[in-house]
């Protein structure tokens, strides 16, 4: 499955954007869908993750609360949500695809990955 995020941008601590998540090539409902961001100097960690049909989703501690992550498997896309957003979340923010659905948090459990999408917070 092919994977392209947008959405990203430069904004001010507070605001809100939505990144999102087009899926082409495979049957997108197959997939468990996960967003994962980088850090500048730092390594890739979970944001969020979501099933196959929307019903279970998961998200990392620091941005429970705030982010929310969704799909419409009509329209072969991810989406995350993000209000309320810090300096802290500035990152380039990955979408990724995980056909078994065992271990959300863990990268090497997605098989396909996009290209990632800037995400900028200025205080």
């Known amino acids: 499955v092919q994977l392209q995020a947008s959405g990203g941008g430069l904004v001010q601590a507070g605001d809100s954007l939505r990144l999102s998540c087009a899926a082409s090539?495979?049957?997108?409902?197959?997939?468990?869908m996960g967003w994962f961001r980088q850090a500048a100097g730092k390594e890739r960690v979970f944001v969020a993750a979501?099933?196959?049909?929307?019903?279970?989703?998961t998200y990392a501690d620091s941005v429970r609360g705030r982010f929310t992550i969704s799909r419409d498997n009509a329209k072969n896309t991810v989406y995350l949500q993000m209000d309320n957003l810090e300096p802290e979340d500035t990152a380039v923010y990955y979408c990724a695809a995980n056909q078994y659905g065992n271990s959300w948090y863990t990268q090497s459990a997605y098989e396909y990955w996009g290209q990632g999408t800037q995400v900028t917070v200025s205080s």
């Open positions: 090539g495979r049957t997108f409902s197959d997939y468990a």
């Open positions: 979501i099933s196959w049909s929307g019903g279970y989703t």
